[in-house]
């Protein structure tokens, strides 16, 4: 069974910075990290940063203060995150998919609280 684990996320203040990492457990030769998504409640999940198969894609509101970075060596996905605003608090969860069947992932998501 595949498992996507989040981890890193937590209370910050205004104008701070933290970093999110987003690994695999199980069987999963076949998963690819794609990317990180957020969702506040009475919203829609929405995308943060993700690869589209060429280059790494940011949402207008993170771009410039945010970077995806991966590891293909531990199948690892990190998402660093500067210059907070409280507007960034959200739970955040990390997607992923199998190449073989293409079924997608999800992460149980890691918490994100900005506050001032």
């Known amino acids: 069974q595949v498992q996507l684990v989040e981890s890193g996320g937590g209370l910050v203040q205004v104008g701070g910075s933290l970093k999110l990492s987003c690994a695999t457990s199980g069987r999963d030769s076949d998963i690819v990290i794609m990317g990180w998504y957020r969702q506040v409640p009475g919203k829609e999940r929405e995308l943060v940063a993700a690869?589209?198969?060429?280059?790494?894609i940011y949402a207008e509101s993170v771009k410039g203060r945010c970077t995806m970075s991966r590891d293909n060596a531990k199948n690892t996905v990190d998402l660093q995150v500067t210059s907070l605003k409280s507007e960034d608090t959200a739970v955040y969860y990390c997607?992923?998919?199998?190449?073989?069947?293409?079924?997608?992932?999800w992460g149980r998501g890691t918490q994100v609280t900005v506050s001032s």
């Open positions: 997607n992923a998919y199998d190449r073989v069947s293409y079924r997608p992932y």
């Open positions: 690869f589209n198969g060429e280059r790494t």
